[in-house]
T-cell receptor
Framework: GAVVSQHPSRVICKSGTSVKIECRSL??????MFWYRQFPKKSLMLMAT?????????EQGVEKDKFLINHASLTLSTLTVTSAHPEDSSFYIC???????????????FGPGTRLTVL | QKEVEQNSGPLSVPEGAIASLNCTYS??????FFWYRQYSGKSPELIMS????GDKEDGRFTAQLNKASQYVSLLIRDSQPSDSATYLC??????????????FGGGTRVLVKP
């Protein structure tokens, strides 16, 4: 099956610093990648949709200037949390969309997630 | 009304029994439906996808879709303790304007007791 990696898996940073998270599709090309965050005992909340070569589409309520997304290639998307604060501490998960031949709906495969703790 | 609804559980099931999970959705334009399994502290793992009305079987898992009634279900046969996890129902509208983003339900926690 399709494999998606994320790096780092866990990061602890000081308040006010920036953190970059990488998401890679290892064995397929992903035109579209998605970034989610998940708080304890809550479901996944979509933050933004990342399309290769174009600007990301952010969900309502997600600050574009705080969560910078770059989708530079068909296998790599990055999320940078700028000026992180303790309330940004969360589990950040990316997914990559694998298109099926014949135009059927695409399937999202998830990376292992990055646990961010802001002190 | 939430777009995708699931009973939060926990659904307690004896080992070897059938676990039955339900999910309802509000958008009649939804075209693709997915079940993911998520262990505590881990990311979701795809179990099944279903696109047409009826049943789809894969090993011990069977997904059932009824678009007229706007529900999708997942059956886990011969439940094992390793099936204890949260099961997420996800719905995809596949409209170009909205992209192919998934809308997730809140998840149903399943506990399989030996």
């Amino acid at each position: 099956g399709a494999v998606v990696s994320q790096h780092p898996s866990r990061v602890i940073c000081k308040s006010g610093t920036s953190v970059k998270i990488e998401c890679r599709s290892l064995d397929f090309q992903a035109t579209t990648m998605f970034w989610y965050r998940q708080f304890p005992k809550k479901s996944l909340m979509l933050m933004a949709t990342s399309n290769e070569g174009s600007k990301a589409t952010y969900e309502q309520g997600v600050e574009k200037d705080k969560f910078l997304i770059n989708h530079a290639s068909l296998t790599l998307s990055t999320l940078t949390v700028t000026s992180a604060h303790p309330e940004d501490s969360s589990f950040y998960i990316c997914s990559a969309e694998e298109g099926l031949a014949g135009g059927l709906a695409d399937t999202q495969y998830f990376g292992p997630g990055t646990r961010l703790t802001v002190l | 009304q939430k777009e995708v609804e699931q009973n939060s559980g926990p659904l307690s099931v004896p080992e070897g029994a059938i676990a039955s999970l339900n999910c309802t959705y509000s958008d009649r334009g939804s075209q693709s439906f997915f079940w993911y399994r998520q262990y505590s502290g881990k990311s979701p793992e795809l179990i099944m996808s279903i696109y047409s009305n009826g049943d789809k079987e894969d090993g011990r898992f069977t997904a059932q879709l009824n678009k007229a009634s706007q529900y999708v279900s997942l059956l886990i046969r011969d439940s094992q303790p390793s099936d204890s996890a949260t099961y997420l129902c996800a719905v995809q509208t596949s409209r170009k304007a909205a992209g192919n983003k998934l809308t997730f339900g809140g998840g149903t926690r399943v506990l399989v007791k030996p």
